[in-house]
């Protein structure tokens, strides 16, 4: 497949290790010098920001996407803004698909909750038939293995869908990664594509959104309650829910996943308070103890963008 147009998916927390930031401004150099358009979330904070001032300071094309709620903030990338470069939308959910839409394909270098939840959004929705594109994981230092440890433990346990492994693809390096994203070929996929996707890829969203106290259970580990999870953790990260996240972990699957949790914390993509956004167990009743006594954690997002070029 040609690819013309790329997504980025990374992290806006500007505590990131010297190596990552290296590795965006790299990105941001080789697609403005290899004719690629640039596409991602718009920000000017943390490697967002770093990638796109290396796409334009090498006259790259770069388009952001950008929720109104935070297109005034001192984080969101005014050049673009200046340059009409930048697509204000609602809400996050929207964002999101348009950064689908926008690229030919798409790359996640290291980040935090919201690359999490990007990935798993990107996965669900190719399963869903809602795209044919894939998405390539930049494993620089091995940041992602982790996280590829636990997408693959779940399929071959039978609990993730083995087609989500045909979206995705692992580098650590540039070149070779857009190398196979260029080889890649669309699996056929038994779902229907719906007429009116748009109400339906923005339902767990909502779902998550609901003005309750219940709490938000997860309990399996295929892709649609993988999307619902890592979405749930970017909302309670936002302060846009408070309801309790609790994860059922009877097939002892998730622990490669909350080692990536960590790592990301470690890595400063996330904060500190961030790791204990959601609680896991493998007995039920433990769960239901754990959730009732679970105290939210509010995220101050500006502790996450601190230092964002430094």
Not at 2 to 25: E, F, N, R
Not at 80 to 107: F, P, Q, S, Y
Not at 225 to 249: F, H, S, W
């Amino acid at each position: 497949m040609q690819i013309k147009s790329l997504t980025v998916y990374l992290g806006s927390g500007g505590k990131a290790p010297k190596l990552y930031k290296d590795a965006a401004k790299a990105l941001g150099h080789y697609l403005a010098d290899n004719n690629y358009r640039t596409v991602y979330g718009g920000m000017s904070a943390g490697t967002m920001g770093i990638l796109a001032d290396a796409a334009l300071e090498k006259n790259g094309d770069v388009l952001g996407v950008i929720p109104t709620n935070i297109r005034d903030k001192d984080f969101v990338h005014q050049a673009l803004i200046t340059a009409n470069k930048m697509i204000t939308v609602d809400n996050m959910w929207k964002r999101k698909k348009i950064l689908i839409d926008e690229g030919d394909a798409a790359i996640a270098l290291p980040g935090g909750y919201g690359t999490l939840d990007e990935i798993f959004e990107f996965l669900y929705w190719g399963l869903k038939g809602f795209h044919a594109k894939p998405l390539g994981l930049l494993n620089i230092n091995g940041y992602w293995t982790p996280l590829l440890n636990f997408i693959e433990t779940a399929c071959e346990k039978g609990a993730l869908e083995k087609t989500a492994l045909a979206y995705l693809f692992v580098d650590d390096k540039i070149e070779p990664l857009l190398e196979k994203l260029s080889s890649f070929v669309a699996p056929k996929i038994e779902e229907k594509i719906l007429s009116d996707k748009t109400t339906y890829i923005s339902a767990i969203e909502e779902s998550n959104l609901t003005d309750t106290q219940n709490p938000i259970i997860v309990h399996a580990t295929n892709i649609e309650e993988l999307y619902r999870l890592a979405n749930a953790l970017v909302l309670k990260q936002l302060n846009k829910v408070t309801r309790p996240i609790g994860v059922l972990d009877k097939d002892r699957l998730f622990g490669k996943l909350k080692l990536w949790i960590y790592t990301a914390a470690v890595n400063g993509f996330i904060t500190p308070y961030c790791p204990d956004l959601a609680v896991f167990s493998e007995d039920e009743e433990l769960l239901e103890m754990m959730i009732r006594n679970h105290i939210h954690v509010s995220v101050d997002l500006h502790e996450k963008w601190e230092g964002l070029k430094s």
